[in-house]
Structure formats: C-alpha cells, structure tokens
C-alpha cells in the first residue's frame, strides 16, 4: 500500500492562521459597520442585515461561505449584501496567513501583535474608505496596544529588552503624531482656504438637521453637511452675496461669515442653535479646508507605536509614493466628479503592510541600488 502524502506542518499552521484570520475578519465587517455609526460592537450579538434589520443565522454567518451560499443577498429581504463582506475576510485571511509565514519559525511569538495590528490596520483602511474618519478606539486604542505589546514582545520593534523596546515604541508614537501634525499645520497655512467663484449668482439653503447639526445646499447641488466643513473652532466660511434673508431680515450685497456655531451678518451675529434655516444668493465663497485629517495623524502615531520611527517614515513615503500614482490615475475622473476624495488612512495602513512584511529588506535593496 502506497504511503499517505504527508502535509507539511509549516502549511497546516498556515492554513489554520487563514481560517482565523476569516473569522477576525467577520468581526472586523462588524467593527467597520458599527463603530463609525456610534453603534456597540457587541450588542446586539448576532450580526444583521443591514437593510431589514433581521439577525443573520450562524450557519449563514460562516466566513465567505455564508455569503456564497445566499449569493450575495439577504436571506430574510433578499436586498445584495456589499462583496464587501467577503472581501474582508478573505483579505484578513490572506493576511494572518502571511503573518504565520513572516514569524515562523524564527519568531513565532511575533504572530500574534502583528496579527492585531493587521487588525487595526484593515478596520481602519475600510472605515476612512467609507466614512473618510479613522476612529479613535482604533488610533488612540493602537498607541496604548503599541505601548503595552513594546516589553512583551520587543523583537516587534526591533529591539532585544523591554527597556530599548518601551522607548522605541515610545519614539515611534511621538514621532508618527509629530511628523504629520507638522504636514497638517503647514498644509493649513498654505492651503487652508480654497475660493470658489461661480459663473452665476447661485441660490443657497442653510437647513437645521438634528439637534446638533445642518444641511448647506448651494445650487443645485447635493447638501453639505455643516459638520464636516469645519474640522476647527477657528474654521471660518466666508460667503460673498448678493442677498440674505436670516433671522427676519434681508440684507444685499454683503459678506456672510459662518463659524459652526454662529453667523455674523452685516453687524449681527445669529447662534446657529436658536435658527431653524436661512437663504439667500451666493456669488463667492471662500471654504475652509484641511490638507490632512487629524485622524491620519493619530493613526500615524499607532503604527510607530507598533512598529517604531523607521516604519513611521517609511509608511508616509510609500503612502505618499502609491497615493501619487493613485491621484493621477482618477485625475480624469475628478473634473465630472467633485466629490471624489482618496483618503490617506489606507495608504499609510498600506504602507505600514509593507514594512511589516518587508519593509526592512526594501530598504537595503534601494541603498545598495543608490551606492551602485
């Protein structure tokens, strides 16, 4: 009787690390749907259809398979559950699966903070995708993980005690927030306000939404939300007019100034929380804007606390390097596209990937390329 073939060990934990790897990532489809929606994570327990509401079965639930098995459609509405979904898992698979491969067998012990990590990395690449924000459970929660995995496993940074290892995660945080608020202040100071001049006068709606928030629509396009065009208290939208009708009065040919909270006009100044709307006619408007997200910045700081400095500059410039090629490919798609953004939260995760896997290496090559 012929021998068994015998499978390799080094690929049964390979294997096994991708299974587990699915199922983090299950759980990571619900971190990216919750966490930016204000929702726990862990109440409800069951996951849910996201159109109906109805809780998905566990025999549905299974990672890419379950959505194989409904094609793709909820079994309780029948609504197309996002590619998404399996995406996720299959990548948090092939991921923890390469972790396996980079850790074995000199450091297996490593499997597991750059495991996490991944983690962080993948819920943090599809939140700012969605929702252009990184969360701070994910980049403030990272530092402190970076913190608190530097003397437990210091062959992650590099280093061989707990002392060197406590430090340079240390570094890597202040470096990887320094470095990018230093971007996000200078961005400001040159790019912080883009003018726009409309061809023709353009009507304007200002729409209270909520308690704490509003609808600004100018023309005929889709609303703004008031939130999001002020990332600062300092923040200020300046609105050239031809009219403006606020607070029972009418006033021509004036400059509106709008902070978040309030609106000054002609002299007087409105509490936005005391007006349900305003309207008028717009010719030119002055917008505040970011080159950067605060966000990018905190999450930037988890990665060196991770991984420590040299990840840290090395991350931005390959996120820089792809983000580059990147823009000039959608850049015909931008001018019949005005909202299209590439957020940088990705481009770092992408490349903090790269330096986890091989970075160091890529490194070497390109120095000995420059000695050549």
Partial sequence: MPALPVFPLDWFFVAAAFLLGACIGSFLNV??????????????????CPACKAPIKAWHNVPLFGWLWLRGKCAACHVAISPRYPAVELLTGLLFGLVWLSSWPAQPE??????????????????????????DELTWGGVVVGLVFAPIFPGLLGETSRASAILASFVGAVSGYGLLWLVVEAGKLMFGRKRV??????EFSWTKKGADDANLRIGTDEPE?????FARESDVLELICERVEIGGKTHQEVMLEAHFNRVDVAGDSYPLAVLESFRGVVREAVVPREAMGFGDVKFLAAIGAFLGWKSVLFSVAAGSIVGSVLGLAVLPFRRGAQGL?????????????????TGPALVDWYVQLLSR
């Fill in 197 to 202: 001049q409309f061809e023709a006068p353009q």
């Fill in 341 to 357: 953004r590439l957020p940088f939260g990705p481009l770092l995760a992408l490349g903090a990937l790269l330096w986890l896997f």
């Fill in 225 to 229: 939300l008031w939130s999001e065009l």
């Fill in 31 to 48: 971190v990216i749907y919750r966490l930016p929606l204000g929702l726990s994570v862990n109440e409800p327990r069951r996951s849910f």
């Fill in 110 to 135: 490593l499997a597991f903070p750059r495991a996490v990590l991944v983690a962080i990395l993948i819920a943090a690449t599809f939140i700012d995708l969605d929702h252009l924000i990184i969360p």
